[in-house]
């Protein structure tokens, strides 16, 4: 089983990797078969289309970009310390992760944009909306 996540893995990142390179429409499912490694029916298995792809791909690093933003032990530290580690882990997350920028600023101004919707969109906005307002919430409180 662990075989099947790390081909659907392969085939997200090299996905990633060529949007960035020839962008969406440069990108034909058969060369993100070759890329990966993987044969070319193997990518149908995952996905049905390119279209559930690049979803999928924008899926994929949202979680991941999510994730980042809880590195480094938070429910120890501070407010403070916690507003910072969270744009540290971000930003680190972006720099180490170059291609991600270059995705979203395709997505988002495509039509895959609409395809998925603004909920998953919205998953690091809401994550530090939320923790913005818990520290509204314990500084008011606090008065």
Sequence with gaps: MEQIAEKKKA???????LIKEHGFHGTPMSLVAKKAGVAA???YHYFESKDELICEVFSYIMQKA?????QGGLA???YKDK????WVNLYEFYRNNPNVLVFFEQFVNSPYNAIIGHGCQDQIR???FNFLLRV????I???
């Excluded at 085939?11 to 990797?17: G, R, S």
């Excluded at 999510?66 to 809880?70: D, I, K, P, S, V």
């Design 11 to 17: 085939i997200l990142e090299t996905t990633l990797e």
């Design 41 to 43: 029916g193997t990518i």
């Design 66 to 70: 999510t994730l980042a933003l809880h």
């Design 76 to 78: 120890e530290m501070s």
């Design 83 to 86: 507003f910072f580690n969270l």
């Design 126 to 128: 809401t994550y530090l």
């Design 136 to 139: 509204l919430v314990k500084v």
């Design 141 to 143: 409180s606090g008065l």
